[in-house]
């Protein structure tokens, strides 16, 4: 069984379906219960697999405590963890941003990234096995102006991955960090808020990753020799070369 945070959209969501075809068992959490609701149906209705389902918000330490007791025998079966879930809010100078902005950053791409990393751990230590995939983002690699407290926890995904590598050599769990550059996916929405033209914006006159691209990365890692620990996989689209430098087409 695979445990994905934030399937109920983009790249957690394409790493549910594409996993659902290699006849894997999910257990998928996000917030939008219906969401999961509607994953879980299509999903087992096309695949013979099963898939659990659970409303969790990883920030809070609290829900996910609760979640890990509740679901224990689950979690005792889960071989791999995909710490997907996480948001941009903003893209305001660092002088004139907004802390609720940045508590929400910090409390769910960094925070709950650990909550549930913490609750996961101990089985894979107990059984020898298992791996994470932090998905974490060329943000955190080539900060960039207005970026701020987003690179900011996409640099310390990074670090933390490297962490758990070396605090965890020699249990036979592996570790993986995925950093994708721009990949069209619900991500800007949120970033702007909903604003859709802001969204939109972001990938005109280029062609960007899609959810699909780099959930292919994620299985492909999952999918190697329990030999194998692919540690960093760097994507970007081919009109990027790095988190400032994006090609445009001329007639956009
Ligand atoms: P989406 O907005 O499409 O998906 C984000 C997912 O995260 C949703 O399923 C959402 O579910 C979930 N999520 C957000 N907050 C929480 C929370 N508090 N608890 C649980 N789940 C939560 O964006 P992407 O698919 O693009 O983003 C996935 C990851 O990829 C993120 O970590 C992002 O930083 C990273 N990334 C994205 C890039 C891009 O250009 N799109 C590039 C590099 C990295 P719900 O709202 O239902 O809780
Ligand atoms: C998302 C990619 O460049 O918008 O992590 O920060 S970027």
Redesign the pocket.
């Known amino acids: 069984m695979i445990l994905i ?10 790493s549910a379906e594409l996993l659902a075809r290699n006849h894997k068992n999910l257990f998928l ?5 219906e ?2 609701e509607k994953i879980k149906t299509e999903l087992e209705k096309k695949h013979p697999i099963s898939v659990e389902i659970s ?6 330490k609290q829900e996910v405590e609760d979640f890990a007791k509740k679901h224990s025998t689950q979690l005792q079966q889960v071989e791999a963890l995909i ?6 809010m903003g893209r305001d100078l660092i002088h004139e941003g907004k802390t609720d902005d940045w508590d ?1 950053m910090i ?3 960094l925070k ?1 990234l650990l909550y549930v990393t913490h609750e996961v751990l101990p089985f894979f230590v107990k059984k020898k096995s298992g791996h994470v995939v932090n ?5 955190g690699r080539w900060i960039y102006p207005r970026g701020n407290i ?1 690179c900011a ?2 640099a310390a ?1 990074a670090a933390l991955t490297q962490s758990l590598r070396q605090d965890l050599l020699g249990t036979g769990i592996r570790v993986t960090e ?13 970033r702007f808020s909903g604003d859709e033209t802001k969204a939109k914006a ?1 990938y005109e006159g280029m062609k ?2 899609s ?1 699909q691209d ?1 959930a292919e990365a994620i299985v492909w890692c999952l999918m190697r020799p329990a030999h194998v620990n692919i540690q960093e996989v760097v994507i970007y689209p081919t009109q990027q070369a790095s988190t400032s430098l994006v090609h445009r087409n001329s007639n956009s």
């Open positions: 945070t934030g399937a109920t959209s983009g790249i957690g969501k394409a959490v996000g917030r939008r219960g969401r999961l409303e969790l918000d990883v920030s809070s710490n997907n879930a996480g948001l941009a929400k409390d769910v791409n709950g998905v974490g983002s060329v943000a987003y926890t996409k995904v995925i950093s994708p550059g721009m990949v069209e996916t619900e991500f800007s929405l949120v972001i960007p990753l959810a780099i």
